[in-house]
């Protein structure tokens, strides 16, 4: 079992940015990818990063260029980051951190970033 605790999040003005983080912990042997969802209201999650355990990174079109996943493991915890830039309105969701092992599919219990003025 995997469990993801999220920090960061909260209010970012439109051009703002912001910083997420989310540690693993639990019984897991390795976690193949992890990385960061989100879901806006009226609207189907979407991937907004990803980073494997090799450091591949993918990111989805809308953010290509503003973001940045990134991941370390210190003290036996996995942690995956995200940094956007140059914030906009159409980017207020809630962020999902996810992770992926060979045996499940895991998620955070989200973090609200509204975007505003």
């Known amino acids: 079992q995997v469990q993801l605790v999220e920090s960061g999040g909260g209010l970012v003005q439109p051009g703002g940015s912001l910083r997420l983080s989310c540690a693993a912990s639990?019984?897991?042997?390795?976690?193949?990818?992890m990385g960061w969802y989100r879901q806006a209201p009226g609207r189907e999650r979407e991937l907004v990063a990803s980073i494997t355990s090799d450091g591949n990174t993918n990111y989805a079109d809308s953010v290509e260029g503003r973001a940045t996943v990134s991941r370390s493991r210190e003290n036996a915890k996995n942690t995956v980051y995200l940094e956007m830039n140059s914030l906009k309105a159409e980017d207020t969701a809630v962020y999902l951190c996810?992770?992926?092992?060979?045996?499940?599919?895991?998620w955070g219990q989200g973090t609200q970033v509204p975007v505003s003025s």
């Open positions: 639990g019984s897991f042997y390795r976690l193949n990818v």
């Open positions: 996810n992770a992926k092992s060979s045996f499940g599919d895991y």
